[in-house]
Antibody, heavy 116, light 110 residues
Framework: QVQLQESGPGLVKPSETLSLTCSVS?????????WGWIRQPPGKGLEWIGS???????YYNPSLKSRVTISVDTSKNQFSLKVNSVTATDTAVYYC?????????WGQGTLVTVSS | QSALTQPRSVSGSPGQSVTISCTGS?????????VSWYQQHPGKAPKLMIY???KRPSGVPDRFFGSKSGNTASLTISGLQAEDEADYYC??????????FGGGTKLTVL
């Protein structure tokens, strides 16, 4: 059974870069599927950030595209998220997920707070 | 990319049925048969309940039923149980490998 686990700093200063990693177990990223990031601000709804294929092809939410980079490391079976120039509005629980025609497996989520 | 439109809240008594709507456009919900629904309990990660409009993953009770007509998808939950109380989100493929979520609906079991 596939399992995903997010890791990274829980506190980021405004204007800096948010960096998270998703470690995948029970399934090889290289075997297929897309792998994505979704976030949820406190008390609000879900927002798709972007997805990556094991080949490295990436697809981003147009509203975040200028600040987001998703990368994959198949040797470590991990994929990562970077969000540049963060502000308080980037404060959210960040989830990683396996994405097919739907997201069938999710990490537990990690809260990232943007504050000085 | 605007969020799909869902009612903010719905409610029903145990044993009753409720339907949650999800309205988009011909560029997302109406254009593809890739609508999914997620259940989220407080403090937990979302759980996939319906995919490809009407398919249920293994382990999801058949009380959960998904459908679509035009630009609106729907999730119907029959035989409401206390454990169904949660937030529900729809999600649709929107072309070019992008997806869009609905704003979420809070289901209250009275």
């Amino acid at each position: 059974q596939v399992q995903l686990q997010e890791s990274g700093p829980g506190l980021v200063k405004p204007s800096e870069t948010l960096s998270l990693t998703c470690s995948v177990s029970g399934y090889s990223i290289s075997s297929g599927y897309y792998w994505g990031w979704i976030r949820q601000p406190p008390g609000k709804g879900l927002e798709w950030i972007g997805s990556i294929y094991h080949s490295g092809s990436t697809y981003y939410n147009p509203s975040l595209k200028s600040r987001v980079t998703i990368s994959v490391d198949t040797s470590k079976n991990q994929f990562s998220l970077k969000v540049n120039s963060v502000t308080a509005t980037d404060t959210a629980v960040y989830y990683c997920a396996r994405v097919g025609t739907a997201s069938d497996s999710w990490g537990q989520g990690t809260l990232v707070t943007v504050s000085s | 990319q605007s969020a799909l439109t869902q009612p903010r809240s719905v409610s029903g008594s145990p044993g009753q049925s409720v339907t949650i709507s999800c309205t988009g456009s011909s560029s997302d919900v109406g254009g593809y048969n890739y609508v999914s629904w997620y259940q989220q309990h407080p403090g937990k990660a979302p759980k996939l309940m319906i995919y490809d409009v009407s398919k249920r993953p293994s382990g999801v009770p058949d009380r959960f039923f998904g459908s679509k007509s035009g630009n609106t998808a729907s999730l119907t939950i029959s035989g409401l149980q206390a454990e169904d109380e949660a937030d529900y989100y729809c999600c649709s493929y929107a072309g070019t490998y992008t997806v869009i979520f609905g704003g979420g609906t809070k289901l209250t079991v009275l």
